[in-house]
């Protein structure tokens, strides 16, 4: 593996070791572990995990949550782990090396809750040199395929969010169910168009598609809004229900 950083997220409170040159978790990721749902307890499924930023945000702010990351790049599986070992929450959140579209038998279940970051591009784009970073940032045209398997892995009653690229929305759209669907903008700046969006999925709902106000993330100063600074320093959830 290529050299490593160490950088912090949630103002300190974990700590991720990445690699240096391929594919590096940052906002995204922080986002998309604030708006899966808190409770008291649940079986947390998340795909396309990387070196863990999104899954062990999530673990310190839902303490009881027992989380599994799949990653199909072997070596960031293990970063992953030794990640959650470093951050005290070894016991209850693992990373498991395997495609998410084809998940090993002991993992083709239901789960309380899934989450994914998946690839942002389709086959458009110049294909990035590093294959790690190639691989988490273009789907080859299967974005369809991750919605479906994550919906698919969910129990009744549970949630699917996933964060994507603004302009894919209705991709996105025409392969989930066209009820229980909560779209949540994330805004560069007031008055800008969303590059990204939080969608979420409650599995078995009948309520309509809604799309809620959002989140505006920097100010006219270029700093993050109080409310984006919640949640990324402070780990404030994003309250999408």
């Known amino acids: 593996m290529s050299a490593c950083t160490d950088d ?14 391929g594919f590096r978790s940052g906002l995204d990721a922080v986002m998309l572990a604030a708006a899966v749902p808190s409770g008291d307890d649940g079986d947390v499924l998340e795909f396309g995990a990387g070196a ?34 470093t951050n005290g929450v070894g016991t209850r959140v693992r990373f498991v090396a395997a495609d998410a579209l084809h998940l090993p ?34 789907d080859e045209g299967r974005l369809r395929d991750w919605l479906k398997t994550g919906a698919k892995r969910t129990v009744s009653g549970g949630t699917f969010t996933v964060i994507i690229r603004a302009d894919r ?18 805004w560069p700046r007031a008055g800008e168009p969303a590059k990204r969006v939080v969608l979420q999925l409650r ?4 309520t ?34």
């Open 105 to 138: 038998q002991d993992l083709r279940r239901e789960f309380t809750h899934v989450f994914s970051n998946p690839p942002f591009h389709g086959v458009e784009g110049i294909a990035a040199p590093d294959a790690g970073r190639r691989r988490a940032l273009q």
């Open 8 to 21: 912090r997220f949630l103002d300190g409170r974990v700590t991720v070791r990445q690699t240096a040159d």
């Open 208 to 241: 309509p598609l809604t799309v809620l106000p959002g989140l505006v993330l920097h100010g006219t100063d270029g700093r993050f809004t109080p409310e984006a600074d919640a949640v990324l320093r402070d780990g404030a959830s994003l309250a999408l229900r």
């Open 169 to 186: 929305l209705g991709e996105a759209l025409a392969a989930l169910p066209a009820t229980g669907l909560v779209v949540f903008p994330l």
């Open 203 to 206: 599995k078995g709902s009948g």
């Open 52 to 85: 863990g930023v999104a899954a062990l945000c999530l673990a310190a702010r839902v303490s009881p949550y027992k989380v599994t990351g799949i990653e199909i790049d072997a070596a960031l599986a293990e970063l992953a782990n030794a990640n959650a070992q």
